[in-house]
């Protein structure tokens, strides 16, 4: 069916995108702090208050005024807007960023995958989804295939993202050095396994369960999306349920565990719209979800529920 996956190939390539914009950034100078030069690199220039020379010498009200008003632009203002970011993203978008750019969110799906392909299941120690596809277990050969996929995985992601990371820290072109020449200081040391330890313990045991109770960024976008009355969402067509085939698919593909077609506020709901792609690959133009803003679409009945989670629709 064309067009079916465009909204799942669109996010896939926003992912990926921000991905390389959050390891990259330090590289090209666009945000990092320089702990050996003690400098703040601001879109490829050094940060400073931008005062001109001799002004603190300058008594005047015109230079106090102009000393106020580059503190208030300099280092006011850009913390006002970066601690602004993720509430005002909450109460119009939800958890938007989550679904579709976040980079960890991202290598938890990565993960997820590699031990669906695996296990038949995405978590290693639970039974989601729900129905698992055992055809996948099918063949030895595709277990192990996926397994050393798996492997390289943890081999591979983590270190690279201690990397990447630490170079937020400590010059990009510095840690390239001493990585070539086998020469790591105690500073490049420490960020490199701090940050492979996390991802690596995070991306075996932990996954979503850090989006949905830990990550601050996910806290905030989901207390204001929660709260706001205009923020997108994911709806689900009530009017039509008798459509719905109770195939399960849009409960499969939630790797946030939400049971889509209950009432439509789930905290947990990071609008990626995987449940979109799945509802349309058994519905065609029939999908019964779709995105909204706003809190004015009919919650399910409580009969609703109740068939959802112990009856199974009648198809038209
Ligand atoms: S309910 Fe749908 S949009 Fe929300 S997290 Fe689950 S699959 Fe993604
Ligand atoms: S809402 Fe769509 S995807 Fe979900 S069970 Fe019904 S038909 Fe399947």
């Not at 230079?63 to 601690?83: D, E, M, R, S, Y």
């Not at 994911?234 to 039509?240: A, L, M, S, T, Y």
């Not at 058994?282 to 529920?305: H, M, R």
Request: glycine share 8%; with cysteine; charged share 20%.
């Amino acid at each position: 069916m064309r067009g079916t996956k465009s909204l799942h190939i669109a996010r896939r390539l926003i992912q990926i995108g921000f991905l390389l914009f959050i390891f990259l950034m330090p590289v090209f100078d666009i945000l990092r702090y320089d702990t050996a030069t003690k400098e703040l690199y601001l879109f490829g220039e050094v940060w400073s208050l931008g005062l001109k020379d001799g002004i603190l010498l300058d008594q005047s009200m015109g230079g106090a005024t102009h000393v106020a008003v580059q503190f208030f632009l300099k280092a006011i203002l850009p913390w006002i807007i970066l601690l602004s970011i993720f509430p005002v993203l909450g109460l119009l978008l939800g958890r938007f960023f989550c679904g579709w750019m976040c980079p960890e969110g991202a290598l938890f799906e990565l993960a997820d995958f590699l031990t669906f392909k695996t296990l038949g299941r995405r978590d290693i120690f639970g039974k989601h989804p729900p129905t698992p596809d055992t055809t996948l277990l099918s063949s030895k050969w595709n277990m192990l295939f996926y397994g050393l996929l798996s492997a390289m995985f943890l081999l591979i992601v983590p270190p690279l993202t201690g990397i990447a990371l630490t170079g937020y820290f400590i010059a990009p072109k510095t840690i390239w050095q001493q990585i070539t020449t086998g020469d790591l200081t105690f500073g490049v040391k420490a960020g490199i396994i701090g940050v492979s330890t996390y991802m690596f313990v995070t991306s075996i045991l932990v996954r979503h369960t850090f989006c949905k109770y830990v990550c601050a960024a996910g806290l905030m976008q989901m207390l204001f999306g929660w709260i706001s009355p205009v923020s997108l969402g994911i709806k689900f067509d009530r009017e039509n349920f008798s459509k719905c085939t109770d195939c399960k698919g849009c409960e499969k593909v939630c790797f946030m565990n939400v049971k889509p077609r209950l009432p439509k506020k789930d905290i947990n709901c990071v609008n990626c719209g995987e449940c979109i792609t799945a509802c349309k690959k058994e519905l065609g133009d029939d999908c019964l979800f779709s995105y909204g803003f706003g809190d004015n679409v009919a919650q399910n009945t409580a009969s609703d529920k109740k068939q959802i989670l112990f009856e199974k629709p009648i198809v038209q």
